[in-house]
């Protein structure tokens, strides 16, 4: 990235640097701003994903001030464009998570707590910035991405002094059980077994509708083991695997692929190839129920096996 000094100084974070070459030398945040959208992000996002709070203390006020004359010149835009309903247009392609949610993902919780401190007292807080926004298009918010995630901490610090919503969905009707149990088969290093006894425990989010698609999702047999428990409290004795009996999944092989008259090896290998392609993505190619249920584990196998970081 071909960058100016005060680009530089941003990257390297070098606070005293870049606050000397705006604030004395004149150096021009605008140019700046134009230049981190060359490469697809800003100087709001880049302070929020790399954890700079120095630079957050000084560029939030600027950024806040500049959006705000942005909206005021731009009254006739109203009718289409509201900056405080959408944050994925305005040529941020590709980008759907707001500068809060970038901060939730990489567990800055000093980030997260110095912008909602910033707009307590200043009315409504703009989507791009509030814990609770859910993006138009995967319908995530903070909580289901701290979740997701895997951080505990993050969590908990979201639930106990944010008032952060952990009871909706996602555009793929997934709440943050669900998308922990997909998460937690992911990455077993992280701490989803704490985050869903917390779930349950604490937050109280409600299971029954969906606990057969958690189920199926686990694979952690400690938090298995637990929920297991939790639905016997409630009357549910179904196990993990009689679930698993239940929408019992059905690979097949197109007919084009191997004929019953031509069982050559190159067929056969390329059929192998295929079934361990699905084994280890856990692609569904069929299902069969009684009730056709399986909605919300297919859409959070689509979801969390594309191995988003």
Same mark, same amino acid.
């Given at each position: 990235?071909?960058?100016?000094?005060?680009?530089?100084?941003?990257?390297?974070?070098?606070?005293?640097?870049?606050?000397?070459?705006?604030?004395?030398? *004149?150096?021009? &945040?605008?140019?700046?701003?134009?230049?981190? @959208? #060359?490469?697809?992000?800003? $100087?709001?996002? =880049? /302070?929020?994903?790399?954890?700079?709070?120095?630079?957050?203390?000084?560029?939030?006020?600027?950024?806040?001030?500049?959006?705000?004359?942005?909206?005021?010149?731009?009254?006739?835009?109203?009718?289409?464009?509201?900056?405080?309903?959408?944050?994925?247009?305005?040529?941020?392609? *590709?980008?759907? &998570?707001?500068?809060?949610?970038?901060?939730? @993902? #990489?567990?800055?919780?000093? $980030?997260?707590? =110095? /912008?909602?401190?910033?707009?307590?007292?200043?009315?409504?807080?703009?989507?791009?910035?509030?814990?609770?926004?859910?993006?138009?298009?995967?319908?995530?918010?903070?909580?289901?991405?701290?979740?997701?995630?895997?951080?505990?901490?993050?969590?908990?610090?979201?639930?106990?002094?944010?008032?952060?919503?952990?009871?909706?969905?996602?555009?793929?009707?997934?709440?943050?059980?669900? $998308?922990?149990?997909?998460?937690?088969?992911?990455?077993?290093?992280?701490?989803?077994?704490?985050?869903?006894?917390?779930?349950?425990?604490?937050?109280?989010?409600?299971?029954?509708?969906?606990?057969?698609?958690?189920?199926?999702?686990?694979?952690?047999?400690?938090?298995?083991?637990?929920?297991?428990?939790?639905?016997?409290?409630?009357?549910?004795?179904?196990?993990?695997?009689?679930?698993?009996?239940?929408?019992?999944?059905?690979?097949?092989?197109?007919?084009?692929?191997?004929?019953?008259?031509?069982?050559?090896?190159?067929?056969?290998?390329?059929?192998?190839?295929?079934?361990?392609?699905?084994?280890?993505?856990?692609?569904?190619?069929?299902?069969?129920?009684?009730?056709?249920?399986?909605?919300?584990?297919?859409?959070?196998?689509?979801?969390?096996?594309?191995?988003?970081?």
């Amino acid at each position: 990235m071909n960058v100016s000094l005060l680009g530089y100084a941003l990257l390297n974070d070098r606070f005293k640097a870049f606050k000397h070459l705006h604030c004395e030398i *004149g150096a021009s &945040l605008e140019a700046l701003e134009d230049l981190m @959208e #060359k490469y697809n992000t800003s $100087i709001i996002e =880049f /302070i929020c994903t790399k954890g700079l709070i120095q630079f957050l203390h000084y560029y939030l006020p600027i950024y806040d001030k500049n959006q705000f004359e942005k909206k005021n010149k731009e009254p006739n835009c109203t009718g289409t464009f509201d900056f405080d309903q959408t944050f994925a247009i305005d040529g941020k392609m *590709g980008r759907i &998570l707001t500068p809060m949610q970038l901060a939730v @993902e #990489k567990d800055h919780i000093n $980030i997260v707590s =110095f /912008i909602l401190d910033y707009y307590v007292n200043k009315g409504p807080i703009p989507n791009e910035f509030s814990v609770n926004y859910q993006d138009e298009i995967t319908g995530q918010n903070c909580a289901m991405i701290a979740c997701r995630k895997g951080s505990f901490r993050m969590v908990k610090f979201l639930f106990e002094h944010c008032k952060a919503d952990f009871h909706s969905v996602n555009l793929r009707n997934e709440n943050v059980l669900v $998308i922990t149990a997909a998460a937690s088969k992911l990455n077993k290093n992280k701490d989803h077994y704490k985050i869903f006894v917390y779930l349950i425990e604490t937050v109280k989010v409600d299971f029954y509708a969906v606990y057969e698609d958690i189920l199926l999702l686990l694979e952690d047999e400690k938090i298995i083991k637990y929920f297991q428990t939790i639905l016997e409290q409630y009357g549910i004795t179904e196990s993990k695997s009689f679930i698993e009996g239940k929408f019992k999944i059905n690979y097949f092989t197109p007919p084009n692929i191997i004929q019953a008259n031509d069982m050559s090896s190159n067929n056969l290998q390329f059929c192998n190839s295929i079934i361990d392609d699905e084994n280890k993505q856990s692609v569904l190619s069929d299902i069969r129920s009684d009730d056709g249920r399986m909605t919300v584990f297919f859409a959070s196998i689509l979801s969390y096996f594309d191995r988003s970081s």
